[in-house]
């Protein structure tokens, strides 16, 4: 299984920041995702990452808001940008393993915006 | 449409009781595959089975066992003798690999709260 590390684990933002999360892999991974958790709510996918090619973003998330980057087999990042108050959410990167079904989840990053 | 339905927004059991969370799904794909994750408090989540369209056979791992029925479109999961430590949000979620998408439909969750 993949172990997979997540940066920062939480964090409190002012409103109008960003804030940049870095997800990190053990192995090589062809597919990470990213998932928004809001308070008292199921996960729901931003966007798809694989690398060397552009995130495909989920419909009601756009690149401008929540920029991604997969430079690598092992590492991805998303930035919650101009946050808002409703962007206080629990952030989860998951990849897909060598078997197609396959997830595993990071720990997840924890944010809150005031 | 949801593709995975939790009915069950919250439930509350005492110690030792036995609970069953409900999980119904929808897909068209011949090949899916579907899991159970539990999220304590602490907010991570913990990966607790899967099981792919094909293998309908039901599968126990301690006190924790689980019921595939294709028939019903439903993956129901039962706790046996529940413990205080079993208290957490616990989703349901599908994958449909068919698609070329490899990324998960959760459910919305149902909350479990067992009471010493």
Redesign the interface.
Known sequence: SAVISQKPSRDICQRGTSLTIQCQVDSQVT?M?WYRQQPG?????IA?ANQGSEATYESGFVIDKFPISRPNLTFSTLTVSNMSPEDSS?Y?C?V?GTA?????????T?LTVT | AQKVTQAQTEISVVEKEDVTLDCVYETRDTTY?L?W?KQPPS???V?LI?R?SFDEQNEISGRYSWNFQKSTSSFNFTITASQVVDSAVY?CAL?E?GTG????F????TRLTVIP
């Open positions: 597919m995702f709510q199921s996960l729901t996918l798809t629990i989860l998951s897909s197609i079904y396959e997830q595993y989840f990071g720990p997840g924890r | 595959y899991f994750y907010g991570e989540l990966f899967r792919n989703f994958s690999p998408a490899n990324n998960l959760f459910g919305t969750g």
